[in-house]
């Protein structure tokens, strides 16, 4: 990334940046990159619907290689790759998966893939607020759960326009402007009314029951387990553990002193073996070999 663009980063621009150079150490071999985050507040239209959108850049020394495994996740997005194509291998198969320049994400309940990332890497991802994918894009998310579906599969932008407008960008800036312009002309056609977004986005969700949000939505308890299947793409039970084990994760990422039965007790899960249950489905691992550098959090 250009050293310059990002000094011109300020509140006017809407954007911040973080860049840093690491060395990973695996085993007996360290790989250094050059990596760097950057991101964009959209336009004030589409807040309602989008929290963010987020450039990754990632530049390796020549012959050297990256894998990461991808955890669970709580957000939808949509993703652009826009530098040398990675590669993706499906954890039960062992086998490389296709990679899309540009792809739907949905709510993630294990880990699925490994990625090995060659030379740079560049992904620029527009982050979903809860229910905003629904709200703004219209379809049931359901059928994004643990899936990766092409853009272009949805018929809704003009893919390969947007990519190639993408891909020419020469000053980081210019992203933001171009996701606005295709995200607007679609908020200006039509939008969906979010009935469950009040509910997602709050932070005190182990006080939430499915028969509160139905008697507050006037609904049944049974249309408002639909309505978390749309909008949400999980049940309402699924989606709270979710939500609980993927905080626990990051409160251990930020405080790994923590140990994992004070974190089962904190986030109220049943027992220690309960916890340690719930890690194996999520992460594919148990607690005590849980390292945060291993996966693309």
């Given at each position: 990334?250009?050293?310059?663009n990002?000094t ?5 621009r809407?954007?911040?940046?973080r ?7 695996h085993g007996e ?7 760097s ?12 619907y989008?929290e963010?959108?987020?450039?990754r850049n990632i530049g390796?020394d020549p012959?050297?290689?990256?894998e ?8 939808t997005?949509?993703?652009f790759?826009?530098?040398t194509?990675?590669?993706?291998f499906e ?5 490389p ?19 090995k ?5 560049l ?9 905003g ?6 379809i ?8 990766d ?5 949805l018929n809704?932008f ?6 190639t407008?993408?891909q020419k ?8 402007s171009?996701l606005?312009?295709?995200l ?7 939008t ?5 977004q009040p ?8 006080s ?12 049944s308890?049974?249309?408002a ?8 793409g999980?049940?309402f039970?699924?989606?709270r553990q979710?939500q609980?084990?993927?905080a ?9 002193q923590?140990?994992?039965t004070?974190?089962a ?5 049943y ?7 719930t890690f194996k489905k999520?992460l594919?691992?148990?607690?005590s ?6 996966f693309?959090?």
């Amino acid at each position: 990334m250009n050293p310059k663009n990002k000094t011109k980063c300020h509140l006017q621009r809407l954007c911040l940046s973080r860049s840093n150079s690491l060395s990973l150490t695996h085993g007996e071999t360290e790989t250094t990159m050059n990596a760097s985050v950057t991101h964009f507040v959209p336009h004030p239209l589409l807040l309602p619907y989008i929290e963010r959108y987020t450039l990754r850049n990632i530049g390796l020394d020549p012959n050297e290689t990256l894998e990461k495994l991808m955890p669970h996740r709580t957000l939808t997005s949509i993703e652009f790759f826009l530098a040398t194509p990675h590669q993706k291998f499906e954890l039960t198969t062992k086998q490389p998966n296709s990679t899309e320049t540009s792809t739907v994400r949905g709510f993630r309940t294990f880990s699925k893939y490994r990625i090995k990332i060659r030379q740079n890497f560049l992904s620029l991802t527009v982050k979903f607020r809860p229910s905003g994918m629904y709200g703004l894009l219209g379809i049931p998310l359901n059928h994004l759960t643990n899936e990766d579906i092409p853009l272009r599969d949805l018929n809704l932008f003009p893919v390969k326009e947007m990519e190639t407008r993408l891909q020419k960008v020469d000053n980081d800036t210019h992203y933001r402007s171009i996701l606005d312009d295709y995200l607007l002309k679609l908020y200006k056609q039509r939008t969906h009314k979010m009935r469950l977004q009040p509910f997602l986005s709050t932070k005190n969700y182990q006080s939430l029951h499915i028969k509160t949000i139905a008697n507050e939505l006037g609904v049944s308890v049974r249309q408002a387990e639909r309505l978390f299947l749309n909008e949400v793409g999980l049940s309402f039970v699924k989606w709270r553990q979710l939500q609980k084990f993927d905080a626990a994760i990051k409160h251990k990422i930020a405080a790994p002193q923590t140990s994992w039965t004070d974190l089962a007790y904190q986030y109220h899960f049943y027992d220690q073996p309960n916890f340690n249950k719930t890690f194996k489905k999520y992460l594919g691992i148990t607690p005590s070999l849980f390292d945060p550098a291993d996966f693309a959090f």
